[in-house]
Structure formats: C-alpha cells, structure tokens
C-alpha cells in the first residue's frame, strides 16, 4: 500500500524556494514525498527536520534517500511543539529557511481499518494520530455532553443536524458505550440528513480533528513557524478544511489566526508576511484526477518580513 500521495507536490516545494545548504523542516512527514524533493533540492550541506507523531510514518525513513542523507532528521513529535524540539536538536528561533506543512490524513491512515479514521472499516473507534497518548474516538463519543458534541459537530464537520444527532449519542451510549466505527456509523444511518457518504464523511472528519485538536495544534505550530524562521524565510501550507483555511489565511495577513491587524498608536499597521500567494494554489484537474483526494487542496505561501 502506498503511505501517501503527496499533494501539490511541486507547487509547495517551488515556492518554499528550497536553496543548498539551507535549514528546512517538513512539518508533517507522511509519506515523505515533500521531504525526498525538498532534500533533491538542498543539496549536501543542508539539513531537513521532518516532524511526524504517528508511528507508522516513521518506517518511511528507512528509504534509501532518508537513511542515507546525513541532514535528515526525523523527529517523533507533533508539530506543535515545533520550537522545543527544534531548539532540542540545537536549531535557535531565527534561523530557519523554509517549513512546509500539509493539513491532510495520509491515505495509509485512512485505508487501514484499525485506525478507526475511516467510515468503511468496521473497526475499533480509534482516531488518534498518536496512538500512544490522548482519548479515542470511543472516549470522546461516551463522555462529552450534548452541548459539547453538537459543538464538534457543528463546528468542525459542518453536520447540519448536529444537535440531534448530539442528542441520539447521549441516548444510545446510555444503553450501550460506542466501541467501533460500526456503531457510530449505524446511528448515523438512523439520523441521516443529506447524502449518506457525505454526513459520515462529515461526522467522521469532526470526531478526528476534535479528538487531535487539530485547531489547536495548527494555532500553535504557526506561532513557532513565525519564530523559528529566519527573515526572508518562507512557511508553505496545504489544508483540505475550510476553518483550517481561514486560519492559515489570517495568520499569513495578520500574524493571528482571529484576522486582527495589529496597529500602533499612530495607526501603523504591523505585518509579519509578505504573501507570495495572493490567492490559494489549487490542485490542476490533472493531479485530481489521479488523486481524487487532492481535491479540496489549497496552498498558501507566504515570507517573513526582514
């Protein structure tokens, strides 16, 4: 099985603007497709930390291209704790060339069942990217209230009948706790509004991204991005998620993820980017064809300001 497709590929890794000898991390390893033309691209002399929390990414290093480059890093870890452990492998805020960041699930974690990530696996309903810490899916779904899961519902997967829905959980979890993707997917069924695939879909990207804290983490990452980078450097994003997007939008206009401009007492107005990108990069209909998964794609580049 292929781990993952990498997305905007050559579009992301272009305008990191990848120079030899250079110090760049890829934030989120995966597959390592970023990783292996970001390290074509540095030469000898640079050095490439990639950041990755789930453990099954971590046998991608045993590529020859991985294990043989003295200048890869490999880094068990959740890019939100990206300054600690760059300033852990001896990396000072500032001095960074290029991050690069790509929002989406591997295909690897979604094509295997006892991830739990997925709808069409009956499967223990796990979720977590780091299987070694954090509460499940099953744990999230057997504890929170009502308010709570229509909250997640609502917000993070966009369910338009997220408070019913919230409701039909408390009730069925009173009469049997969830343990697998088959029951969240047959009381699912039962409270269905809209295209089947597309309300799973949607109640399934909001129970991972709620069980990750994947909000939280990506407001975190960015704040360490804009430190660890040197002036002139360059932070590349892909996201697939629209509140994902807003963020990444305002954090690259305004320094914040809320979108707030930052002005003085004379009304001078404190930009730390410049955008490389005006508008999103999206996929062409070429790259969505042969990976249907890259459609929602968009790519946003910006440069820190000297």
């Not at 401009?261 to 990108?277: A, C």
């Given at each position: 099985?292929?781990?993952?497709?990498?997305v905007?590929?050559?579009?992301?890794?272009?305008?990191?603007?990848?120079?030899p000898?250079g110090?760049?991390?890829?934030?989120?390893?995966?597959?390592?497709?970023?990783?292996?033309?970001?390290?074509?691209?540095?030469?000898?002399?640079?050095?490439l930390?990639?950041?990755?929390?789930?453990?099954?990414?971590?046998?991608?290093?045993?590529?020859?291209?991985?294990?043989?480059?003295?200048?890869?890093?490999?880094?068990?870890?959740?890019?939100?704790?990206l300054?600690?452990?760059?300033?852990?492998?001896g990396?000072?805020?500032?001095?960074?060339?290029?991050?690069?960041?790509?929002?989406?699930v591997?295909?690897?974690?979604?094509?295997?069942?006892?991830?739990?990530?997925?709808?069409?696996?009956?499967?223990e309903?796990?979720?977590?990217?780091?299987?070694?810490?954090?509460?499940?899916?099953?744990?999230?779904?057997n504890?929170?209230?009502?308010?709570?899961?229509?909250?997640?519902?609502s917000?993070l997967?966009e369910?338009?009948?997220?408070?019913?829905l919230a409701?039909?959980?408390v009730?069925?979890?009173?009469?049997?706790?969830?343990?697998?993707?088959?029951?969240?997917?047959?009381?699912?069924s039962?409270?269905?509004?809209?295209?089947?695939?597309?309300?799973?879909?949607?109640?399934?990207?909001?129970?991972?991204?709620e069980?990750?804290?994947?909000?939280?983490?990506?407001?975190?990452?960015?704040?360490?991005?804009?430190?660890?980078?040197?002036?002139?450097g360059r932070?590349?994003?892909?996201?697939?998620h629209?509140?994902?997007?807003r963020?990444?939008k305002?954090?690259?206009?305004?320094?914040?993820?809320?979108?707030?401009?930052?002005q003085?007492?004379?009304?001078?107005?404190?930009?730390?980017w410049?955008?490389i990108?005006?508008?999103?990069?999206?996929?062409?209909?070429?790259e969505?064809?042969q990976?249907p998964?890259?459609?929602s794609?968009?790519?946003r580049?910006?440069?820190?300001?000297?």
């Amino acid at each position: 099985m292929v781990y993952h497709e990498s997305v905007l590929l050559h579009e992301s890794v272009d305008l990191l603007g990848v120079a030899p000898g250079g110090i760049y991390v890829d934030a989120t390893f995966g597959g390592g497709g970023h990783s292996r033309l970001i390290l074509e691209k540095m030469g000898d002399n640079g050095r490439l930390f990639a950041f990755d929390q789930d453990e099954d990414a971590k046998r991608n290093t045993a590529q020859q291209v991985f294990s043989a480059n003295p200048g890869f890093v490999f880094v068990s870890s959740n890019f939100r704790y990206l300054k600690r452990q760059l300033r852990a492998e001896g990396i000072r805020p500032g001095k960074v060339q290029g991050i690069l960041a790509d929002l989406g699930v591997s295909s690897y974690q979604l094509d295997t069942a006892e991830r739990g990530f997925s709808y069409r696996f009956d499967a223990e309903l796990d979720m977590r990217m780091n299987r070694l810490e954090g509460e499940t899916a099953a744990d999230l779904l057997n504890t929170r209230n009502a308010e709570e899961l229509q909250r997640i519902f609502s917000e993070l997967g966009e369910v338009r009948n997220a408070k019913t829905l919230a409701h039909a959980v408390v009730r069925e979890r009173e009469k049997l706790p969830f343990r697998s993707t088959g029951d969240l997917v047959e009381l699912c069924s039962k409270n269905l509004m809209g295209e089947r695939m597309r309300y799973l879909s949607q109640v399934f990207q909001a129970l991972r991204m709620e069980v990750n804290d994947e909000l939280g983490a990506l407001e975190d990452f960015m704040k360490d991005a804009l430190e660890m980078l040197a002036p002139g450097g360059r932070l590349a994003m892909i996201t697939f998620h629209s509140l994902e997007d807003r963020m990444v939008k305002n954090f690259m206009k305004t320094g914040n993820v809320q979108g707030e401009v930052d002005q003085d007492f004379y009304g001078n107005i404190s930009r730390p980017w410049t955008l490389i990108t005006k508008k999103p990069i999206e996929p062409s209909q070429k790259e969505t064809s042969q990976n249907p998964r890259a459609r929602s794609s968009k790519l946003r580049v910006a440069q820190k300001i000297n």
